[in-house]
């Protein structure tokens, strides 16, 4: 069983900058997949960005590239998305999510693809 407790979140004027993180309780961690979703309020949750096994491969949404960065720390059990330039259209729950296996392909984009969720924390950018 896996546990994921994301912390990070809040508010922030446009522009602003948040870096969430995502700290695993659990053995398949370091040899997991890690995406990032959200969900803003009538919205369906969306992939955010996503990261291999390792750190070395990462893929994001088109609208946040440039602008965020994932990464991971496997001693620390912990995965992070940097937010920079944040808009308001960023606004939404933020929610880590585990899939086991090592590498990034087309199933990193689903939600549905995924084995464990986090609880969500709240991003709010004002305008």
């Known amino acids: 069983q896996v546990q994921l407790v994301e912390s990070g979140g809040g508010l922030v004027q446009a522009g602003g900058s948040l870096r969430l993180s995502c700290a695993a309780r659990g053995r398949t961690f370091s040899s997991s997949v890690m995406g990032w979703f959200r969900q803003a309020p009538g919205k369906e949750r969306e992939f955010v960005a996503g990261?291999?096994?390792?750190?070395?491969?990462?893929y994001y949404v088109d609208d946040v590239k440039g602008r965020f960065t994932v990464s991971r720390d496997n001693v620390k059990n912990t995965v992070y998305l940097q937010m920079n330039s944040l808009k308001p259209e960023d606004t939404a729950v933020y929610y880590c999510?585990?899939?086991?296996?090592?590498?990034?392909?087309?199933?990193?984009?689903?939600?549905?693809?995924?084995?464990?969720w986090g609880q969500g924390t709240q991003v709010t950018v004002s305008s």
């Open positions: 990261i291999n096994w390792s750190g070395t491969n990462t």
């Open positions: 999510a585990l899939q086991r296996t090592l590498r990034l392909d087309s199933r990193t984009y689903i939600p549905t693809q995924y084995d464990y």
